[in-house]
């Protein structure tokens, strides 16, 4: 099992910045892949922002050129930075750890931390 305890989420204004942090704690060698989800009301969870245990990175198409996720792999915690945000980055933000395997993949999630930016 894999425990995940997400923070730094908050009310901040259009153009401002958030860092969000995820501690992850149990079986974390077998997690291969962390990342950032949102779910914003009424749509539908998407994700923002991923990178792997060999550190390959991938972002939504929505947030490339603000946000940055990293990992410090001493504290088992995953970060994403969030620069120039908008109105339309309001939403939870889901820390998100998952085991992969040739034919599965099994997810962790955190309790989610709202985001909401101000126009």
């Known amino acids: 099992q894999v425990q995940l305890v997400e923070s730094g989420g908050g009310l901040v204004q259009a153009g401002g910045s958030l860092r969000l942090s995820c501690a992850a704690s149990?079986?974390?060698?077998?997690?291969?892949?962390m990342g950032w989800y949102r779910q914003a009301p009424g749509k539908q969870r998407e994700l923002v922002a991923g990178?792997?245990?060999?550190?390959?990175?991938n972002y939504a198409d929505s947030v490339k050129g603000r946000c940055t996720i990293s990992r410090d792999n001493a504290k088992n915690t995953v970060y994403l930075q969030m620069n120039s945000l908008k109105p339309e980055d309001t939403a939870v933000y889901y820390c998100?750890?998952?085991?992969?395997?040739?034919?599965?993949?099994?997810?962790?999630w955190g309790q989610g931390t709202q985001v909401t930016v101000s126009s």
């Open positions: 998100n750890a998952a085991e992969v395997g040739t034919a599965f993949r099994r997810n962790y």
């Open positions: 149990g079986t974390i060698s077998s997690i291969k892949i």
């Open positions: 990178i792997t245990s060999g550190g390959t990175i």
